[in-house]
């Protein structure tokens, strides 16, 4: 084996050398090998281990071995002690979710505050294997498929090659010792299920089952390649930056074979999940939307809209409150900047920027967002219009609509801002103080 990954390293991972690499230990026997055989072929390595508390004394136990297999090799190790528990009640997630979010986030930290150029991973081919079939029990593409990767951003996993069975024999043979995980021989979780109940039959009936997984997974991994090469043509096609995200046009959608797999590929990597409901957005009504975990697409006439859902904070909400404006308080910054100011005459008129005659004026004025109903009068025309009308001939989208402002005076709209003022309020020839209303991003 040592040979063997020896040669795989210097194929597939030849920029390892001479780097300042972590590995995550955890005592077990796939990392504890990968400790020994990284050591051996005298690369630059560090030890972090994830205390999860989970298991009691037996992780600490993990824990001060992890600790011990450092100072045997006389290499550094970075110990951490999580609350996994109190973190999956807070987020609302599993057991499992929570200690890989502890894990990887832990990483991305460790290798900013102690340049670590890379950390190392003992996942191998019998754990492909289980996530192979995890992923075909809850229903997948064929992202979910083409198995772990081998590298994710500065995550390098050198055992995928190598089954649970060489790595044993390898410990085996060095006198290797390990601590063995209480929690892998209980049929909870899904994986272990597999790898106890499952996936031993598919051995006894086929003795190259995983060979002949690792050659399949090449022909998915091939596939998937074509499948990118053939959507960034598509992404050219019917997907466009705006200024909120990505709209992508439905009419050429509709045009292309396979609607339902575009959108899956489109979509996938922004967690959505809920096909049907998408696909069904072709033809919904506009205003109807479907949302994932971070994002939100939404129907707006031709165009499915995405956008990135914000985390609500204070600020946010801030954001969105009424503000009112006395006649003494002549500049505010939030919600929004605005500025009311005594002028002389009327100069260049900009979109930021209007003129209105101060005697049609009722204090305080009112800084709002538009509600439903909502009339004004467009300055330069005759009579008055519906905002959810002047909306539509002015072709705002509907993520547009929602971050549009209105300037009230004695609940009659002074201003849309930044779109059209209220011809009730115009300056005219007869207008004896002028203010200047300007607003800015």
């Not at 990597?269 to 939404?298: C, E, M, N």
Request: proline share 3%; with cysteine; charged share 30%.
């Amino acid at each position: 084996m040592f040979l063997k990954l020896k040669s795989h390293i210097e194929s597939q991972f030849p920029f390892l050398e001479g780097k300042k690499l972590l590995i995550a230990c955890s005592g077990g026997i796939d990392s504890v090998v990968l400790t020994y055989l990284l050591k051996t072929l005298k690369f630059n390595v560090s030890l972090a281990h994830c205390n999860f508390s989970l298991r009691g004394k037996e992780s600490d136990g993990d824990e001060d071995f992890v600790i011990g297999l450092a100072d045997k090799f006389s290499i550094p190790v970075i110990n951490k002690t999580f609350d996994t528990k109190e973190y999956s009640k807070k987020h609302k997630i599993s057991i499992q979710m929570a200690a890989r979010d502890l894990r990887y986030n832990w990483f991305d930290e460790l290798c900013d505050k102690h340049g670590f150029d890379f950390v190392l991973t003992a996942h191998h081919l019998d754990d492909d294997l289980e996530t192979f079939f995890i992923n075909l029990s809850r229903g997948t593409g064929l992202r979910g498929f083409i198995g772990i990767p081998k590298m994710k951003d500065k995550i390098v996993r050198p055992l995928l090659n190598f089954s649970r069975d060489e790595i044993l024999l390898y410990a085996k043979e060095n006198n290797i010792a390990w601590r063995e995980d209480s929690s892998n021989i209980k049929t909870d979780y899904l994986r272990n299920q597999l790898r106890i109940e499952v996936i031993p039959k598919f051995k006894d009936v086929n003795k190259r089952v995983l060979q002949n997984f690792q050659g399949t997974q090449e022909h998915l991994r091939a596939s998937q390649l074509l499948v990118n090469d053939y959507m960034v043509l598509i992404n050219n096609l019917i997907v466009s930056p705006n200024k909120e995200g990505y709209q992508i046009d439905i009419k050429k959608l509709n045009e292309l074979p396979n609607k339902k797999a575009l959108l899956y590929e489109l979509l996938i990597p922004y967690g959505f999940t809920a096909w049907d409901d998408i696909l069904a957005l072709l033809k919904a009504q506009t205003g109807k939307q479907v949302f994932s975990k971070t994002h939100r697409l939404l129907k707006d006439r031709n165009f499915l809209l995405l956008t990135e859902i914000v985390p609500v904070s204070d600020e946010t909400l801030k954001e969105n409150e009424t503000e009112y404006l006395s006649e003494d308080k002549k500049e505010i910054t939030s919600p929004i900047k605005l500025k009311i100011e005594l002028v002389d005459y009327i100069g260049e008129t900009k979109k930021n920027m209007i003129y209105v005659d101060k005697k049609h004026l009722t204090y305080p004025l009112e800084l709002r967002r538009c509600n439903e109903g909502d009339i004004f009068y467009p300055f330069g025309m005759n009579g008055k219009k519906k905002l959810s009308k002047f909306f539509k001939d002015e072709k705002l989208s509907l993520l547009a609509k929602e971050k549009v402002w209105v300037l009230c005076s004695n609940d009659k709209i002074v201003w849309v801002i930044g779109l059209r003022s209220d011809d009730r309020f115009k300056v005219t020839s007869n207008t004896r103080d002028i203010l200047k209303i300007t607003t800015k991003p």
